[in-house]
């Protein structure tokens, strides 16, 4: 057993040997860890000048981490955040290199580049300063001093803009906010003040486009996000307006004006989607009521008004024995939109289904205009032709009365009627009798056409079975060129029992 006096002696004996083998672990780290960020600082010099950008950065955080005093490791990851476009991550990086090395030029005239093209003119102008006050190379000192001179007449250019704005001359304003804003590219303040100065000039795509830029360069802003999205709404966009009031209030729940919008914006477009989706499955008349609803909730803003009754417009056209009622409709929407092409096309169609040929191939020529290669326009134009030809020759469906899309019960009935009414038997004089004979002839060529499928489809897309020339030899025709006979035998032999 080993006693207790031997085991203080062993350590005091091997103690100082001990504290020197922990002094040399304490040194070898520290000269790891230096040797560790050299390491770092080395690879993210070697993969920056290779383009490997990602790569480069994640030895540059490895750097900082290692050693948060070294400027140079800041700087280069600034310097490969610039290469990335994420300015916003390179101008803390900066701000510290200059805290670490105030005489650090190249840091400072970047910065100062960043915060021009932020607008906060005043603090890059700082930066300029500071350059040309601590001997800088030539080509420093010059660029400063080519900035400083920039800043300065954007100082005097935002002024004047701001005069104009608060004056409500915003066409000199936004033309004063173009300037600035080419050099201030990510100037919050300065877009801001276009997109008002667009909207009170109409312009709203263009202030779209300062509005979206702003709400990304700010982190928070929900006013932004609140104009996106009544700018839509008011263009009719019911679907963009949605999207931006929702990213309004993912940063505020509890956002008033863009919660009570986002209300209105909601239930409009669930009617819009319902009454689209009914008219996806052919239920016309619910979807007409659908969209009536929509001009109720939203009676105010135009675009609106225009999408319900363009597409009531196009439910009534698809829909059955409603061509009269389309035809108002669409003419609604082409008085208050007369480039309407859907309102075009479709009242086109209702002219067809009530028998005004030549009404439909106006609409379908206009149409043609502003959609030259357009295959629907082009069938239209060619169905709405063919029928107009047509009808100024023989028209079975006028000779016995009936609608074009009879069915052929009503075709018989309306052929029953007339033959009775027309047979050559019920005239005694011989003029009579042969105009008589003749209406009988079409009377009875429309009943033969128009109960046969294969004829009747023939018909409808503009020929006459009835008419050697536009039958080029079809077979069982006749009409007045054919010796067509319904009294005697043959192909068309007709036997009437009218009691």
């Not at 608060?166 to 050099?183: G, N, R």
């Not at 079975?465 to 009294?487: I, R």
Request: glycine share 4%; hydrophobic share 35%; aromatic share 8%.
């Amino acid at each position: 057993m080993v006693s207790t006096e031997h085991v203080a002696h062993k350590i005091l004996t091997y103690l100082p040997y001990v504290l020197v083998l922990i002094d040399m672990r304490y040194e070898g780290v520290k000269c790891g860890r230096e040797g560790s960020v050299d390491h770092h600082m080395e690879m993210g010099k070697k993969l920056l000048a290779a383009g490997q950008l990602a790569d480069a950065l994640s030895h540059f955080h490895a750097a900082v981490d290692g050693d948060s005093k070294n400027y140079l490791a800041y700087y280069r990851r600034a310097t490969v955040y610039l290469a990335m476009g994420k300015s916003k991550s390179a101008l803390p990086d900066l701000s510290k290199v200059i805290e670490l090395k105030p005489d650090f030029t190249s840091a400072r005239l970047q910065r100062g580049n960043l915060l021009l093209k932020q607008g906060k003119l005043d603090e890059a102008e700082s930066d300029f300063r500071n350059v040309l006050k601590v001997h800088p190379s030539e080509k420093e000192a010059t660029e400063a001093q080519h900035q400083l001179t920039k800043s300065d007449e954007l100082q005097r250019l935002v002024a004047e803009a701001r005069q104009s704005y608060h004056s409500k001359d915003y066409v000199t304003a936004a033309a004063q906010l173009d300037t600035i804003i080419e050099t201030c590219v990510w100037d919050v303040t300065s877009r801001e003040m276009r997109a008002d100065c667009f909207i009170q000039m109409g312009e709203l795509g263009k202030a779209i486009g300062d509005l979206k830029a702003s709400s990304k360069l700010r982190n928070d802003n929900t006013h932004a996000f609140y104009q996106l999205s009544t700018i839509y709404y008011n263009l009719g966009d019911h679907e963009m307006s949605l999207n931006e009031v929702r990213e309004c209030l993912k940063l505020d729940p509890d956002h008033k004006q863009c919660f009570s919008h986002y209300k209105q914006v909601k239930k409009l477009n669930k009617q819009i989607q319902s009454a689209e989706e009914l008219i996806q499955e052919q239920r016309y008349e619910e979807a007409v009521s659908k969209y009536e609803a929509v001009m109720k909730t939203e009676p105010n803003v135009v675009p609106f008004t225009i999408l319900a009754k363009e597409r009531i417009c196009h439910a009534l056209t698809h829909g059955q024995q409603q061509a009269t009622r389309a035809i108002s409709m669409c003419s609604e929407v082409l008085r208050e939109d007369p480039d309407n092409l859907n309102a075009l096309k479709d009242r086109a169609e209702a002219y067809i289904q009530d028998e005004q040929y030549e009404e439909a191939v106006k609409d379908y020529e206009n149409a043609s205009k502003h959609s030259e290669n357009d295959r629907e326009i082009k069938e239209g134009l060619d169905k709405a032709q063919r029928l107009l030809k047509q009808s100024r020759k023989r028209d079975y469906y006028k000779i016995l009365g009936v609608k074009r899309t009879a069915q052929k019960k009503e075709i018989i009935k309306a052929y029953r009627k007339l033959a009775q009414q027309w047979h050559p038997d019920n005239f005694q004089d011989p003029d009579e009798k042969k105009k008589a004979e003749n209406k009988f002839i079409d009377i009875a060529q429309a009943k033969e056409v128009l109960t046969d499928p294969e004829m009747r489809t023939k018909f409808d897309h503009g020929e006459d079975p009835m008419d050697p020339e536009s039958q080029q030899g079809h077979h069982g025709g006749g009409g007045h060129h054919f010796h067509f006979n319904p009294f005697g035998s043959g192909p068309f032999n007709f036997k009437f029992n009218f009691h």
